[in-house]
């Protein structure tokens, strides 16, 4: 059997003369960059979430990066975030030279402990910076409660959690800002890198539509300095034709998650919280032996992922912020036995139930 981890051929074949025409018009007005398919995302973006203004851009991390600028991060501030995701998060903090600080995780959700991160609070701090790991949402009620309490602001890093909810509230319309990314393999991705920024405020969408087009105010009129951090108009077009079909996408991955649940034995499957809808970004067991297990899952043809292996205050870059092993210790026992199965709205039932039976065995 040929499994996909993610099935993006069955998603394209499925809606390809939508896909086909939203690309072809991108080529026959020739309007690359900007222009009516850009406008029209940012809109169907804005009303999906609920959020009043959402502002596409190049990628993920560049959201991340324009979140920051915005808030005027800089040189010797510090911004709160988990050491478990993929580096983008704190490489951004980094970048415009802040400092990372890490908080530990829930070992239910592996998202960043709550409960932890007002000790870690200084003078110094400017955000946190909380991630909604692997479609679920972050305690977002007692982060905000946290960020009010110190005059911080909350930036949801929701590069893997667009559409999922929080209280009957989605994700990308619970903070400051929040931040999305549409690679590929997200649950909404397109055809490159793509992401966007989402936020209630007006005077912070504003700055970020300068810095994300190298700090112009108007034509040639430059008030700051800025980024090229625009979205092109094929990955716009591309992200309009999948969008209507999401929903019925995230119920998709519902039913898949739920029939995972059910049916693995003698491994931990993932817990989501109580009032929580998750997007099954990846769906992550833990085993005993994963080495093992991802052995064995080779042979019978699964592809298999680990989403982390070295926690980001292990990481050579970050060797500068004196972090050691110890220091996190829930986050380190995680990225020792966790694995990512195969998950997408187009996984079929045939598959799922081989990959059931070769993890039970």
């Not at 491994?267 to 080495?291: G, M």
Request: net charge neutral.
């Amino acid at each position: 059997m040929n499994i996909n981890f993610i099935n993006l051929q069955g998603q394209y074949q499925k809606y390809k003369q939508e896909i086909d025409k939203e690309i072809h018009e991108v080529l026959d007005t020739s309007v690359y960059i900007g222009g009516n398919k850009v406008t029209k995302l940012e809109e169907n973006l804005a009303n999906f979430s609920g959020s009043k203004h959402a502002i596409a851009c190049s990628s993920g991390t560049d959201a991340l990066l324009l979140a920051l600028m915005a808030l005027d991060i800089k040189s010797g501030d510090e911004v709160i975030t988990t050491p478990f995701t993929f580096i983008a998060t704190a490489e951004m903090i980094a970048f415009v030279g802040a400092k990372p600080v890490f908080v530990d995780i829930d070992e239910k959700t592996y998202n960043i402990d709550a409960s932890k991160i007002e000790e870690k609070i200084t003078s110094n701090t400017k955000a946190i910076m909380p991630v909604s790991l692997f479609g679920q949402v972050a305690n977002m009620d007692e982060i905000n409660r946290i960020a009010k309490k110190h005059n911080l602001k909350v930036i949801e890093d929701a590069a893997q959690s667009f559409g999922a909810e929080y209280k009957n509230k989605k994700s990308c319309n619970l903070s400051d800002i929040a931040t999305t990314s549409f690679f590929p393999a997200k649950p909404l991705g397109c055809y490159g890198d793509g992401g966007a920024i989402f936020t209630n405020d007006d005077e912070i969408a504003s700055k970020i539509r300068i810095f994300l087009n190298h700090g112009q105010s108007k034509r040639y009129i430059h008030s700051h300095i800025g980024i090229n951090g625009r979205l092109d108009s094929i990955q716009a077009g591309v992200l309009n034709a999948k969008l209507k079909y999401y929903n019925e996408e995230i119920e998709k991955r519902q039913s898949i998650a739920n029939r995972y649940n059910n049916s693995l034995k003698n491994i931990i499957t993932p817990f989501v919280e109580k009032n929580h809808l998750s997007v099954w970004a990846q769906y992550c067991i833990r085993v005993k032996d994963r080495e093992a297990m991802l052995e064995k899952c080779a042979k019978k043809n699964i592809p298999t992922g680990v989403y982390y292996p070295v926690p980001l205050h292990l990481q050579e870059v970050f060797k500068y912020l004196n972090y050691k092993e110890g220091d996190f210790p829930v986050t380190e026992k995680v990225s020792k036995d966790i694995m990512a199965l195969p998950m997408s709205a187009f996984l079929t039932e045939e598959e799922q139930d081989y990959i059931i039976k070769a993890i039970n065995e």
